[in-house]
T-cell receptor, first 113, second 115 residues
Framework: DPKIIQKPKYLVAVTGSEKILICEQY?????MYWYRQSAKKPLEFMFS???????DNQTASSRFQPQSSKKNHLDLQITALKPDDSATYFC????????????FGAGTRLSVL | GDSVTQTEGQVTVSESKSLIINCTYS????????LFWYVRYPGEGLQLLLK?????QKGSSRGFEATYNKETTSFHLQKASVQESDSAVYYC????????????FGTGTSLLVDP
């Protein structure tokens, strides 16, 4: 059974709209992250959370807002969507932020038309 | 900055044949980078295949091997005899020991094993 659940698997949105990507982990980890992979590009780190607090933000745009309502949740809200936001978004976790073995979800593939 | 290069976007190998997936890295910010191979099977998340934290050492898992070569800044993934179940996307990555969550990934190599 997957230990990191991302919903939905696929998402189609129109330019200018807002979407929330859901991530729940059942590994008992204290650190959670978001990565993104656009077409033909490497996965790139976006955010890190530790004990539900933002630790690191590598995303220039404020349109991307992580939200942690529970210890094992880290959702990603994206506002004013643009076609360039089309990518697969991966949630990941680790026991702590000093651990470099990450566990990833299957991803949410977002297409912005 | 840091970067990881995987030159092959897609590789097709016949079952029982050998495999090499190339990976080279570059870093200006990490004195002692840790190197990783992650694998993503269809419909699943990325999972760690192997990691090596010391230059000159070899990591191995599930029949795959990779040697951390600091001289050539390479970390190629090899397997002597692939199976159809090895069909997946393989990602090379580098990271720092203490801020291990911030990995720099390559673009991935999609491996298709012909039965």
């Amino acid at each position: 059974d997957p230990k990191i659940i991302q919903k939905p698997k696929y998402l189609v949105a129109v330019t200018g709209s807002e979407k929330i990507l859901i991530c729940e982990q059942y590994l008992g980890h204290n650190a959670m992250y978001w990565y993104r992979q656009s077409a033909k590009k490497p996965l790139e780190f976006m955010f890190s959370y530790s004990y539900q607090k933002l630790m690191d933000n590598q995303t220039a745009s404020s349109r991307f807002q992580p939200q942690s309502s529970k210890k094992n949740h880290l959702d990603l809200q994206i506002t004013a969507l643009k076609p360039d936001d089309s990518a697969t978004y991966f949630c990941a976790s680790s026991q702590t932020t000093s651990q470099n073995t990450l566990y990833f979800g299957a991803g949410t593939r977002l297409s912005v038309l | 900055g840091d970067s990881v290069t995987q030159t092959e976007g897609q590789v097709t190998v016949s079952e029982s044949k050998s495999l090499i997936i190339n990976c080279t890295y570059s870093t200006t910010s990490i004195a002692y980078p840790n190197l990783f191979w992650y694998v993503r099977y269809p419909g699943e998340g990325l999972q760690l295949l192997l990691k090596v934290i010391t230059a000159g050492q070899k990591g191995s898992s599930r029949g795959f091997e990779a040697t951390y070569n600091k001289e050539t800044t390479s970390f190629h993934l090899q397997k002597a005899s692939v199976q159809e179940s090895d069909s997946a996307v393989y990602y090379c990555a580098l990271g720092e020991g203490n801020m291990g969550y911030k990995l720099t990934f390559g673009t991935g190599t999609s491996l298709l094993v012909d039965p």
